[in-house]
């Protein structure tokens, strides 16, 4: 997470110190605050915050028209904004008064973020009702300033959840379903390997255990081709990630990275 400066705006000076003291537990030192929505622009303007806590019920100009004027403005409406209210049953009063109703629907059915979305021209990068939970509140502002090196790590974690599972996901081979996890690879190999180093032929009758247990007969060049091709499978199946995750470092944006497909390039489990 990137640790940015902060401002707080927000009237109630309690509420302000609670979430600077939750800031600062999470390692965030450059933090402002302003206690109304008038104060709380002149502040945007001087201190340029890389985040705004921005509460609605404020004297002097509310948190929504705040919230307009900053998505209004080409300097600032990049800022990430996370609306923080107590005021739910306020938001749906105003609105009955001001008559913003859709098709006869009941302002008591919606959620307070539904009804906050008829008073401002945009999505906020964030919304919570107070009292404010710490963990809800630190996991919207991780992904708010999550920073592209988290996201490439985050991305070639899931290519190797994804390589492991599709490693162990079985192999298809003779019209079978056989395991391909670790322990069936270092049998297959041990066996082989003995096959291959004294020269002899397997016993008569011999036989491999597909998944749904049933014997595969197999004979001595059966049992080699088998093993080559789960070797060579194993190994393209490593390059695809190595592919996947030189790609996902060679990237640029946290969109890119995040929309990366990794589900595509992994070879077939057919042998």
């Not at 109304?36 to 509460?55: C, H, N, Q, T």
């Not at 609306?83 to 629907?105: M, N, S, Y």
């Not at 060579?232 to 990237?251: L, P, Q």
Request: charged share 30%.
């Amino acid at each position: 997470m990137r640790l940015t400066n902060v401002l707080i705006i927000d009237d109630d000076r309690q509420n302000v110190r609670y979430l600077t003291t939750l800031l600062e537990e999470n390692g965030f030192t450059d933090i402002e605050a302003a206690f109304d929505g008038v104060e709380g622009l002149e502040k945007v303007e001087a201190f340029r915050p890389g985040l705004i806590l921005l509460d609605l019920r404020m004297p002097k100009k509310n948190g929504l028209m705040v919230f307009n004027d900053l998505k209004a403005s080409d300097r600032f409406k990049d800022i990430p904004v996370v609306i923080l209210t107590g005021e739910g049953g306020f938001l749906k009063h105003l609105a009955e008064l001001r008559q913003f109703r859709e098709d006869g629907q009941v302002l008591d059915e919606k959620t307070t973020d539904e009804v906050l979305g008829r008073f401002i021209t945009s999505q906020p990068d964030g919304f919570l009702e107070k009292p404010v939970e710490p963990d809800r509140l630190m996991a919207i502002i991780r992904r708010l300033l999550v920073t592209l090196e988290e996201v490439k790590e985050a991305r070639k974690k899931d290519v190797n959840v994804l390589r492991d599972r599709k490693i162990s996901g079985g192999v298809q081979f003779k019209g079978f379903l056989f395991d391909s996890g670790e322990r069936s690879r270092n049998a297959l190999a041990a066996t082989a390997a003995m096959l291959a180093a004294s020269g002899s032929k397997l016993q008569e009758g011999f036989a491999w255990r597909s998944v749904d247990n049933r014997n595969v007969a197999m004979g001595g060049k059966e049992l080699l081709a088998f093993q080559a091709a789960m070797t060579d499978w194993v190994y393209r199946t490593y390059k695809a990630s190595w592919d996947h995750k030189a790609a996902i470092n060679g990237m640029s944006s946290i969109e890119e990275a995040g929309a990366y497909d990794i589900e595509r390039g992994w070879p077939d489990n057919a042998l």
